[in-house]
């Protein structure tokens, strides 16, 4: 009688069906993949395993060493990180485990693959909500030419722009231009939409300017990485398509982040990144200077010690501290660049403490309290032993008084968005193996 009312269930529901039979392919993926090791590696697995856990501890240990040694031990460690895996492989072929491991890897890929899509998300949890908004009438853009290599002028976005009634000013030169001031003086004239074609920087001077006087702000993305065009969704290839939101466009109410009085759209840095980032051979030699630098950074004997307060939390030395417009993704350290959604209301916070291989290899691990502590909340504040700090604010590097205080203003930026762009993609999360199984084969909170 259960089973009949649960058919009839997902014929009434097919989603729900869909995802029953996805949970269960998850499930026999995995068990697969566990087989496929015992037939055809036999007593040979709990080798394999050994082997793997143990060449994950020796690649991190390698790193982290690489990280913080100086001369031939960090050499040594690299060599260690190199060879490795080549070992692992080697080794693999040697005992004709190779083709093993590679389908048991591939149907365990797939059970996450599955287990994701049967777990899925709801729209709500990705997706901004949008609202209907008239063309201006007169649009005001910011472009520098030499941001992203050049994309203002491979893309011609000056003349479209022109040629869509917008008014352009490139940041030429000669010396530093003030964006600020040419923001306000044009929102003075009457513009009725502020934009800019650049990094994300100076997209945030401007968008707070836009905040300011409740204008809509357009994102054109012409900067070298493009993390906040990214996160609304923009096309990232081609930053012409951006300006389509002159013509036919939709609005995202979005929140701004704040470091005392200046606005973020993505984030700010404090420690270890902020610090390299201040010296002056940086700029010409970015990996020589961070790997000259990173071991006393990492052993404290270089820079200000920090405190960072959150909540009820207080986080003392962390090696690094980045306090985001919105929360991050994180279930793993390559997640770090996207945030789901940028009207939550909150400030994303991530330290990092990290003084011994032990704490890194947790931090591979992910166990919160052992080198990496996620938050979240309305007010991050950062002390130090010093009376100023290091900072990079939107990969702008300023020195900063302490004590730092860092605050978000819910829905204060109207951001311009074209019609159809790209969009958000879902963000990933780990599999919960627990709501899989009650998904896969009944039980409380199935759904």
């Not at 492989?89 to 693959?113: C, D, F, I």
Request: with cysteine; net charge positive; aromatic share 6%.
């Amino acid at each position: 009688m259960a089973l009949h009312e649960r058919d009839s269930a997902e014929s009434a529901d097919p989603a729900s069906g869909r995802r029953r039979w996805l949970a269960r392919a998850a499930y026999l993926a995995i068990f697969a993949s566990v087989a496929v090791l015992l037939v055809f590696a036999g007593l040979h697995t709990l080798t394999l395993l050994i082997v793997a856990v143990g060449a994950a501890v020796v690649e991190v240990a390698a790193l982290f060493w690489f990280l913080t040694s100086r001369g031939a031990l960090r050499w040594i460690s690299l060599v260690v990180l190199i060879l490795t895996p080549i070992v692992v492989l080697w080794l693999l072929v040697s005992a004709r485990l190779l083709w093993v491991v590679l389908l048991a890897a591939a149907l365990a890929a797939l059970a996450v693959v599955c287990a994701r899509a049967a777990l899925g998300r709801d729209r709500s949890d990705w997706v901004m909500p949008e609202h209907p908004a008239v063309p201006p009438k007169h649009a005001f853009l910011v472009m520098n030419p030499h941001s992203g290599g050049g994309k203002v002028g491979k893309f011609d976005l000056k003349r479209r722009a022109e040629a869509l009634g917008a008014e352009v000013a490139l940041l030429e030169g000669p010396g530093t231009v003030d964006v600020e001031a040419l923001a306000r003086d044009a929102v003075a004239r009457g513009a009725d939409l502020l934009g800019v074609a650049g990094g994300d920087g100076t997209q945030a001077l401007v968008a707070g300017i836009a905040a300011e006087h409740d204008l809509p702000f357009l994102v054109i993305s012409a900067g070298t990485r493009n993390h906040f065009a990214l996160d609304l969704g923009l096309d990232r290839e081609d930053p012409s398509r951006c300006l389509d939101a002159l013509t036919d466009g939709i609005e995202l109410r979005i929140d701004l982040g704040k470091v005392g009085e200046r606005t973020f759209v993505n984030n700010a840095s404090f420690g270890a990144y902020a610090e390299v980032v201040q010296s002056p051979a940086y700029r010409d030699d970015k990996t020589g200077t961070t790997l000259r630098m990173l071991p006393d950074l990492i052993e404290g004997q270089r820079g200000a010690r920090l405190l960072a307060r959150f909540g009820d939390s207080t986080v003392e030395g962390p090696q690094a501290v980045l306090v985001s417009n919105g929360p991050y993704e994180i279930y793993d350290l390559a997640g770090l660049g996207r945030r789901p959604r940028l009207d939550r209301g909150t400030l994303g916070v991530v330290t990092i403490s990290v003084s011994s291989t032990r704490q890194a290899v947790a931090l591979l691990r992910r166990a919160r309290q052992e080198g990496l502590i996620q938050h979240s909340g309305r007010e991050v504040v950062i002390t130090a032993d010093g009376p100023s700090i290091p900072a990079g604010i939107d990969g702008e590097a300023l020195v900063i008084p302490t004590p730092v205080r860092c605050t978000v203003t819910p829905g204060a930026l109207r951001v311009r968005v074209p019609r159809n762009r790209p969009g958000v993609r879902p963000p990933a999360r780990p599999v919960d193996w627990v709501r899989l199984r009650r998904l896969a084969f009944g039980g409380s909170n199935s759904a």
